[in-house]
């Protein structure tokens, strides 16, 4: 029994050791698609030669120690021949007015990125007036490029924003990669895929976005109609079967199983003590 007791433990702390989360991408040194792998990141095939994950937080390690954090909704990164980096884009995710504005802040500090009028930018940046909705900033740490943009989102009943930022790898004497078979994996991951995304656990499904035609059109029917009730799309279909399902939230948190493994486990354990103990 006491021999049974280290295995048991063992394979339960690789059961928990799955659930792990990613760390930051660390560019500082590499600059080859294994260091998205080695942070512990697993993207998919998006086009031949680009792969994507999303609803990360991407955090990213730049050359001359500087580092930064975004909140993604989807995280791209695009390669060359021999899978060195050509450029990541990461669009955020839709976040309050304010929450844009303290991000934005934070990623320029940590960059050392000019901030021209963003002060005066960020003082309108909550109006629904038709003041600017868009800043933009751009530096260079090293060899990459680096463009920093904000767009604010005009929901019907409230504003969001979202952060864009693009890392490029100005490259000399490397070829395009123009591949004839899907893309792989980099080099010591081989046995992992990229065919289909992994299953998502996100609680916070994006908010749609629709353009001022559109919200012009949603609250002159919502007046025409009498009711103050928001409506999720212009000339949206209602269903009394969709109106009434019920939303069910996806689990999270440790995994059913890791209990039942645990359970299982002081079971047989318990079992072989009682079977074998000291008459």
Request: aromatic share 10%; charged share 20%; proline share 10%.
């Amino acid at each position: 029994m006491i021999k049974l007791l280290p295995i048991f433990l063992v394979v339960l702390g690789c059961a928990v050791t799955n659930t792990r989360g990613e760390n930051p991408i660390d560019f500082s040194s590499s600059d080859n698609l294994k260091a998205v792998y080695d942070a512990g990141f697993r993207p998919w095939r998006s086009t031949m030669f680009s792969c994507i994950v999303t609803d990360k937080t991407v955090s990213v390690i730049l050359p001359e120690n500087t580092q930064f954090s975004l909140p993604a909704q989807v995280a791209t990164f695009s390669v060359l021949a021999g899978d060195q980096m050509s450029r990541i884009e990461l669009d955020g995710e839709v976040m309050s007015t304010d929450e844009a504005i303290a991000k934005l802040r934070e990623i320029c500090s940590a960059l050392n990125l000019p901030a021209t009028g963003f002060d005066q930018f960020a003082s309108t940046f909550a109006d629904r007036a038709p003041k600017s909705t868009i800043w933009n900033t751009r530096g260079q740490k090293g060899d990459i490029s680096i463009f920093v943009s904000t767009d604010r989102l005009d929901f019907i009943d409230h504003l969001g924003a979202q952060i864009y930022v693009t890392l490029d790898w100005k490259r000399k004497g490397i070829p395009p990669k123009f591949p004839t078979t899907p893309m792989t994996p980099p080099a010591g991951y081989e046995n992992e895929s990229m065919a289909q995304p992994p299953p998502t656990h996100n609680p916070n499904p994006h908010q749609p976005y629709h353009s001022p035609e559109e919200y012009k059109a949603m609250i002159d029917k919502m007046k025409a109609e009498g009711t103050n009730a928001p409506s999720t799309a212009p000339n949206a279909p209602s269903s009394p079967a969709t109106a009434a399902a019920p939303q069910v939230q996806p689990a999270t948190g440790t995994p059913w199983w890791i209990y039942v493994v645990v359970v299982l486990g002081l079971a047989v354990i318990g079992g072989l003590w009682y079977r074998f103990r000291p008459k």
